[in-house]
């Protein structure tokens, strides 16, 4: 007798007397199931594989447009000028709009033959609540009536005179500031008011600036250079207390001059 591996007899003559409960032979049993089912995902699988390639190149492709980006390419459109009309030279103003109240023509009355009259002046009543003028206008009646207030009307020129605050040296003016009596008699105002500091041997020059006003006034003080020991702030302490000068003259008027003056300093040994 010919054993049928597929019926899986040989296994029961294998396990024949033999204890069946055992697992090998339930793993014997079924394994012609196994097989089969084994064999058949094996061939499925090698048939995929295989065909695999045909079946890719039946699928069909996109167009190469399709997939790739498209490129849009921008062009500079230059538009047509727009049209200016030029300016019209000579062109006559626009019309005034119509005044708020009827405006009649004033006809000046003049001595003539009857005859040659040819316009006839307005009756009282015609220019009654109403304008005179050149010629007759009708009025706007929806024109809104204002009354200008007092002081807005046209105002006399007044010619306003320059004010000349420039500071002149005292080179190239006409007429140089002074002191009344001159410059000597200023020096001994100085002399007599300046009180020089107790130091011994102390000699030398303060040098001081100022500016003569319009009225004679000294400002502006500063002291340019001194030997110390408060001989400048002495010096700005008595050119305060000066009495006015003769201003500069420039164009025949007065003006502002700035001075500068040495002081000579020497205490008393």
């Known amino acids: 007798m010919k054993l049928d ?51 890719i190149s039946l699928i069909p492709k996109g167009s190469e447009e399709d997939n790739s980006l498209k490129e849009v390419k921008l062009t500079n459109v230059k538009l047509p000028p727009k049209k200016v009309e030029p300016p019209k030279l000579n062109a006559p103003p626009p019309p005034p709009p119509p005044p708020a109240v009827d405006q009649v023509k004033f006809v000046k009355p003049v001595v003539a033959k009857a005859e040659d009259v040819v316009e006839e002046p307005p009756k ?6 109403k304008k005179t003028g050149t ?66 041997g102390l000699k030398g020059k303060v040098y001081v600036s100022f500016v003569v006003e319009k009225d004679g006034s000294l400002t502006d003080i500063k002291v340019l250079r001194d030997i110390g020991y408060g001989t400048g702030k002495e010096a700005i302490r008595v050119l305060q207390k000066s009495p006015k000068w003769n201003p500069g003259i420039q164009n025949g008027k007065p003006v502002r001059v700035q001075y500068s003056l040495p002081i000579s300093i020497q205490s008393q040994e």
């Open 124 to 129: 009282i009543e015609e220019i009654k609540d």
């Open 5 to 55: 591996i597929l019926k899986n007899q040989w296994v029961e003559i294998v396990f024949e007397g033999r204890n069946k409960l055992y697992g090998a032979y339930d793993l014997r049993k079924s394994n012609r199931k196994t097989t089969v089912k084994a064999l058949l995902i094996g061939a499925f699988f090698f048939s995929l594989a295989v065909s695999a390639p045909l079946i």
């Open 135 to 200: 010629e007759t206008i009708k009025g706007d009646p929806d024109a809104v009536l204002t009354v200008a207030p007092a002081g807005t009307g046209p105002k006399t020129s007044q010619v306003v005179e320059e004010v000349d605050d420039q500071v002149y040296s005292t080179a190239g003016i006409e007429v140089k500031p002074d002191f009344p009596g001159g410059i000597e008699k200023f020096l001994g105002f100085v002399g007599k008011n300046y009180r020089v500091p107790e130091e011994e």
